[in-house]
């Protein structure tokens, strides 16, 4: 499986956005962009994915870089909520498995 | 609400004592997948089921059983519990057997402690 690289940690201010980078220079065609966030004591929870194109939702946008060898999830305005690890993890189409790393661990300051 | 619903949240048991965790999805998903969390180690999966009846090993399946007999549950099982299964343990389910352009839905997790 293709491997990712993330910062450990970042630390943003609260209402302002966040800019969360990711690696993944060994990305295949078929491999989808995941990502996940894991707040304190509860289970990892799908923010956004996409496969070429930038993604929006209601939680967070997804920018692809055009050669797929990184990726950027942005919110838009930090919330202590937000505080997190975030995990950008590549899935690829017949997959039976989601591989963590250790993720980005964001700190909102108030 | 669509959601996972893993029980119990808190488990503290004795060594060989045989225990079950239930896991259970309302979103008619197919996929289904057991992980467990450990410092510096990250999520790692434990057992993971394509749909009724059709189960696999993941990367860290020793000690482990799982059963996928209906669709919305797939219970883990540790016939003999032993001290270095204590650990954080989360249920996943994903609409399709295939992953990729699918996310998955985690439980909020079973904290398993064994003496």
């Known amino acids: 499986d293709a491997k990712t690289t993330q910062p450990n940690s970042m630390e943003s201010n609260e209402e302002e956005p966040v800019h969360l980078p990711c690696n993944h220079s060994?990305?295949?065609?078929?491999?989808?962009i995941h990502w996940y966030r894991q707040l304190p004591s509860q289970g990892p929870e799908y923010v956004i994915h996409?496969?070429?194109s930038n993604v929006n939702n209601r939680m967070a946008s997804l920018a692809i870089a055009e050669d797929r060898k990184s990726s950027t999830l942005i919110l838009h305005r930090a919330t202590l909520r937000d505080a997190a690890v975030y995990y950008c993890?590549?899935?690829?189409?017949?997959?039976?498995?989601?591989?963590f790393g250790t993720g980005t661990r964001l700190t909102v300051i108030p | 609400e669509a959601q996972v619903t893993q029980n119990p949240r808190y488990l503290i048991t004795v060594t060989g004592k045989k225990l079950t965790v239930t896991c259970s999805q309302n979103?008619?998903?197919?996929?289904m997948s057991w992980y467990r969390q450990d410092p510096g180690l990250g999520l790692r999966q434990i057992y993971y089921?394509?749909?009724?009846?059709?189960?696999d090993k993941g990367d860290v399946p020793e000690g482990y059983k799982v059963s996928r007999k209906e669709k919305r549950n797939f219970p883990l099982i540790l016939e003999s519990p032993s001290p270095n299964q204590t650990s954080l343990y989360f249920c996943?389910?994903?609409?399709?057997?295939?992953?990729?352009?699918?996310?998955?839905?985690f439980g909020s997790g079973t904290r398993l402690t064994v003496v």
């Open positions: 996409g496969l070429t």
């Open positions: 089921s394509m749909n009724v009846e059709a189960t």
């Open positions: 993890i590549l899935s690829g189409t017949g997959a039976n498995n989601l591989f």
């Open positions: 060994t990305i295949s065609g078929t491999d989808y």
């Open positions: 979103m008619n998903h197919e996929y």
């Open positions: 996943a389910s994903s609409p399709y057997r295939t992953g990729g352009n699918y996310g998955y839905t």
